[in-house]
């Protein structure tokens, strides 16, 4: 009886839920009417994963002109962005200092996603989640989404919930008012360093466009910090479908490996690269960047290249999330991961929250994470090789900016201080702050240099280097 009992009052407790049908909430917003909308406007843009040193805020740029473009029935959105630099000195990464204006671009259509780089556009798998969530939690993506998922709509104070979910992609729960508007998205994104990302995004400043409710503003935080505030100047809608590319470059998701030296492996990637260092019996890998994908693949290439020993350290460079969301595949594999001791309690809390949406390699192993946390220099050494790690003191990319060294090969492994990609011929017009820092360590701490070994870009000889931070003079 107290069963039946129970029964009857969720189902009346279900009755006067959708006493607000979704039908009258896509009615209040007009999600029927708009097939495409194309948000302009201008504010701030922050660079997520990106921070100074672990734990404080995105580093934030100026968004002089931004466009978010939705095609609805094609799944489409396109993010078109001009950035200028904002922090100044430049503080932290995304990729500064920005000289001049910058655009950035990307875009998903359906499962497939891509982005501008240079002159080129790359496939982006890894956006393909992060972007299908802007698209499904934009006001009238999320109405359309519930609509298609047959999402019940639930009372709240002052107005109505919303709950969605994309298995191993992202869940959102959306908070309407009472005029059935979306005013608040707060969600959960998959991403390699976090686990379920915790994102919230606020629109607010509602007027009618066309008879279609907009919003005026769209405030987004993510892992905790401002992402994006944008105020919304002009909406078209139905005016078109954003620009989707014909021909992607496919991803290099595998590595190829070079040798840089006696037992020194350069295993280099799309983007970032890594090196594999053969010790007496074990090998040492600097840098697991991105995610398992990638990483995986580079395990595989060093285990390849230094066959019969086991991977035991993975040096991290710094806790930027596009060079540290390989590090997890390291759990897995049994290695401890070396990094600077300002980011071991930021690992280990983020490694033990949440990964529901995407169980990665080390979450499914069950292996503990081991952490060897290093200062301004840390020694590992074999009795025939020497690898020494040194922090860049003062370098503003990053607090805890680590470089390795291996003396008697004079290499030097580095990232985001020096990332020489065209040939560098002759001091440039503005010297990288990042750069003129690193020379100065290295001519303060005395390492001897020939080869510089870089986490992204071209393995060069030091006199490059020396141009690029106008040390040298051009030839
Ligand atoms: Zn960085």
């Given at each position: 009886?107290?069963?039946?009992?129970?029964?009857?009052?969720?189902?009346?407790?279900?009755?006067?839920?959708?006493?607000?049908?979704?039908?009258?909430?896509?009615?209040?917003?007009?999600?029927?009417?708009?097939?495409?909308?194309?948000?302009?406007?201008?504010?701030?843009?922050?660079a997520v994963g990106q921070s100074y040193r672990p734990g404080v805020p995105w580093p934030r740029f100026n968004l002089v002109k931004a466009s978010r473009h939705f095609d609805y029935a094609k799944g489409?959105?396109?993010?078109?962005?001009?950035?200028?630099?904002?922090?100044?000195?430049?503080?932290?990464?995304?990729?500064?200092?920005?000289?001049?204006?910058?655009?950035?671009?990307?875009?998903?259509?359906?499962?497939?996603?891509?982005?501008?780089?240079?002159?080129?556009?790359?496939?982006?798998?890894?956006?393909?989640?992060?972007?299908?969530?802007?698209?499904?939690?934009?006001?009238?993506?999320?109405?359309?989404?519930?609509?298609?998922?047959?999402?019940?709509?639930?009372?709240?104070?002052?107005?109505?919930?919303?709950?969605?979910?994309?298995?191993?992609?992202?869940?959102?729960?959306?908070?309407?008012?009472?005029?059935?508007?979306?005013?608040?998205?707060?969600?959960?994104?998959?991403?390699?360093?976090?686990?379920?990302?915790?994102?919230?995004?606020?629109?607010?400043?509602?007027?009618?466009?066309?008879?279609?409710?907009?919003?005026?503003?769209?405030?987004?935080?993510?892992?905790?910090?401002?992402?994006?505030?944008?105020?919304?100047?002009?909406?078209?809608?139905?005016?078109?479908?954003?620009?989707?590319?014909?021909?992607?470059?496919?991803?290099?998701?595998?590595?190829?490996?070079?040798?840089?030296?006696?037992?020194?492996?350069?295993?280099?990637?799309?983007?970032?690269?890594?090196?594999?260092?053969?010790?007496?019996?074990?090998?040492?890998?600097?840098?697991?960047?991105?995610?398992?994908?990638?990483?995986?693949a580079a395990i595989a290439a060093a285990k390849q290249a230094i066959p019969g020993k086991p991977i035991k350290y993975v040096i991290n460079t710094h806790h930027h999330f596009d060079h540290s969301g390989?590090?997890?595949?390291?759990?897995?594999?049994?290695?401890?991961?070396?990094?600077?001791?300002?980011?071991?309690?930021?690992?280990?809390?983020?490694?033990?929250?949440?990964?529901?949406?995407?169980?990665?390699?080390?979450?499914?192993?069950?292996?503990?994470?081991?952490?060897?946390?290093?200062?301004?220099?840390?020694?590992?050494?074999?009795?025939?090789?020497?690898?020494?790690?040194?922090?860049?003191?003062?370098?503003?990319?990053?607090?805890?900016?680590?470089?390795?060294?291996?003396?008697?090969?004079?290499?030097?492994?580095?990232?985001?201080?020096?990332?020489?990609?065209?040939?560098?011929?002759?001091?440039?017009?503005?010297?990288?702050?990042?750069?003129?820092n690193l020379w100065a360590n290295i001519q303060q701490k005395k390492l001897a240099v020939e080869t510089i070994v870089p986490i992204h870009g071209r393995m060069v000889k030091v006199n490059e280097l020396?141009?690029?931070?106008?040390?040298?003079?051009?030839?």
């Amino acid at each position: 009886m107290i069963l039946a009992g129970l029964a009857a009052g969720q189902a009346l407790a279900a009755a006067a839920a959708s006493a607000q049908t979704l039908d009258e909430i896509a009615k209040a917003m007009g999600a029927d009417k708009v097939e495409t909308i194309q948000y302009l406007g201008t504010g701030s843009f922050y660079a997520v994963g990106q921070s100074y040193r672990p734990g404080v805020p995105w580093p934030r740029f100026n968004l002089v002109k931004a466009s978010r473009h939705f095609d609805y029935a094609k799944g489409a959105y396109v993010g078109d962005i001009t950035l200028t630099q904002a922090e100044n000195p430049p503080r932290g990464g995304g990729t500064q200092p920005v000289i001049g204006e910058q655009r950035r671009m990307a875009g998903v259509a359906g499962e497939r996603a891509w982005m501008l780089a240079g002159a080129f556009t790359l496939a982006a798998p890894a956006q393909i989640a992060p972007l299908q969530h802007d698209l499904w939690t934009s006001p009238h993506g999320l109405i359309k989404a519930a609509i298609a998922d047959k999402v019940q709509p639930v009372k709240a104070p002052g107005g109505s919930t919303l709950t969605l979910a994309r298995a191993g992609k992202w869940k959102a729960k959306a908070t309407l008012d009472a005029q059935h508007r979306v005013v608040k998205v707060e969600s959960w994104i998959d991403i390699p360093v976090l686990g379920d990302m915790a994102v919230v995004t606020t629109y607010g400043g509602y007027r009618s466009v066309d008879s279609v409710p907009v919003p005026g503003t769209i405030v987004q935080t993510a892992g905790g910090h401002k992402v994006l505030d944008m105020k919304i100047a002009e909406v078209k809608i139905n005016a078109g479908s954003p620009a989707v590319p014909t021909a992607i470059n496919p991803p290099a998701g595998e590595v190829k490996t070079d040798k840089a030296a006696d037992g020194v492996f350069f295993i280099h990637g799309a983007t970032h690269h890594s090196v594999a260092i053969e010790m007496k019996d074990h090998i040492i890998l600097v840098e697991g960047p991105l995610g398992d994908a990638r990483e995986l693949a580079a395990i595989a290439a060093a285990k390849q290249a230094i066959p019969g020993k086991p991977i035991k350290y993975v040096i991290n460079t710094h806790h930027h999330f596009d060079h540290s969301g390989g590090l997890r595949a390291f759990v897995a594999e049994g290695a401890a991961i070396v990094t600077h001791a300002i980011n071991v309690d930021y690992f280990r809390a983020a490694y033990a929250a949440p990964r529901t949406l995407n169980p990665d390699a080390a979450a499914k192993s069950g292996k503990k994470p081991v952490f060897l946390g290093v200062g301004a220099k840390h020694v590992l050494g074999d009795g025939q090789r020497r690898v020494e790690i040194h922090q860049l003191a003062g370098n503003s990319h990053n607090d805890g900016l680590l470089v390795v060294l291996l003396p008697k090969e004079k290499v030097l492994i580095v990232a985001d201080a020096f990332s020489p990609r065209e040939p560098i011929t002759k001091r440039p017009d503005a010297l990288n702050p990042f750069t003129t820092n690193l020379w100065a360590n290295i001519q303060q701490k005395k390492l001897a240099v020939e080869t510089i070994v870089p986490i992204h870009g071209r393995m060069v000889k030091v006199n490059e280097l020396m141009l690029a931070a106008g040390a040298a003079p051009t030839n």
